[in-house]
Nanobody, 126 residues
Framework: QVQLQESGPGLVKPSQTLTLTCTVSGGSIITNGYYWSWIRQPPGKGLEWIGYIAYSGRTYYNPSLQSRTSIFRDTSKNQFTLHLSSVTPEDTAVYYC??????????????????WGQGTQVTVFS
């Protein structure tokens, strides 16, 4: 059974960098074929895909967030981390990490994912 757990601050001030870490257990983040994503859901809105890091280490970011996004991994800890810079109140959302296998190039279909973290609320306010 694969489990994912998000961790990070619940409150972030505008212009700061949000850092969230996803710790994976029950499976390796370098297992061939699996992609590891960050996804968020702002209040009252649908899911928004932020980006992923593949088993190979290749990354892909949502073009609308690409200039502010970085995803990297620590294979020794079986973790992957999201950095989102220059946050604004519009970045307030529940942030999820998830595992999937690609059907689309951008992995923006919910059906591509089989395991999700429980989600963590991030609020940006001054």
């Amino acid at each position: 059974q694969v489990q994912l757990q998000e961790s990070g601050p619940g409150l972030v001030k505008p212009s700061q960098t949000l850092t969230l870490t996803c710790t994976v257990s029950g499976g390796s983040i370098i297992t061939n074929g699996y992609y590891w994503s960050w996804i968020r859901q702002p209040p009252g809105k649908g899911l928004e895909w932020i980006g992923y890091i593949a088993y190979s280490g290749r990354t892909y970011y949502n073009p609308s967030l690409q200039s502010r996004t970085s995803i990297f991994r620590d294979t020794s800890k079986n973790q992957f981390t999201l950095h989102l810079s220059s946050v604004t109140p519009e970045d307030t959302a529940v942030y999820y990490c998830a595992r999937g296998r690609p059907v689309t190039a951008t992995m923006t279909l919910k059906e591509e994912y089989d395991y999700w973290g429980q989600g963590t609320q991030v609020t940006v306010f001054s």
